[in-house]
């Protein structure tokens, strides 16, 4: 199955249902499906709500009483599998691998309590 384009955006007609409307984007199973193929909207979408659960998670990554360990054993599960659904549809480019670096990288300064250019916090 693959998405084509259309030269003008008519709605498909369907026998029993009526017609089907022709849209340039939308999210089927949680991931954005572009007209175009273009992964871009997906993959910023599941940032966003990657970087939603881990604001979410505020309070444990700021938390003395846990120890590294168990921050770093929950952030793979809680944010990185929302982050890497469905990226097996996504075409690897230099601009994918380095939005999803960066992404790790905040991430993981924030739960080392790294700040740009002071070092480790005491």
Do not use: H
């Not at 409307?21 to 949680?30: A, C, K, M, N, T």
């Not at 793979?76 to 929302?82: F, Y």
């Amino acid at each position: 199955m693959g998405i084509t384009q259309r030269s003008s955006p008519q709605p498909i007609a369907v026998a029993p249902c009526g017609n089907i409307e022709y849209v340039e984007r939308f999210i089927y199973l949680g991931s954005v499906i572009s007209s175009d193929g273009d992964v871009e909207a997906d993959i910023n979408t599941r940032l966003a709500k990657a970087a939603a659960v881990f604001r979410r998670l505020d309070n444990v990554w700021r938390s003395s009483t846990l120890s590294l360990k168990i921050k770093l054993d929950l952030s793979t599960p809680l944010i990185v599998s929302t982050v890497i659904y469905a990226s097996e549809t996504w075409k690897s480019t230099a601009r994918i691998c380095q939005q999803l670096d960066v992404f790790y990288q905040r991430n993981f300064r924030k739960i080392l309590g790294i700040t740009y250019g002071k070092g480790p916090r005491d």
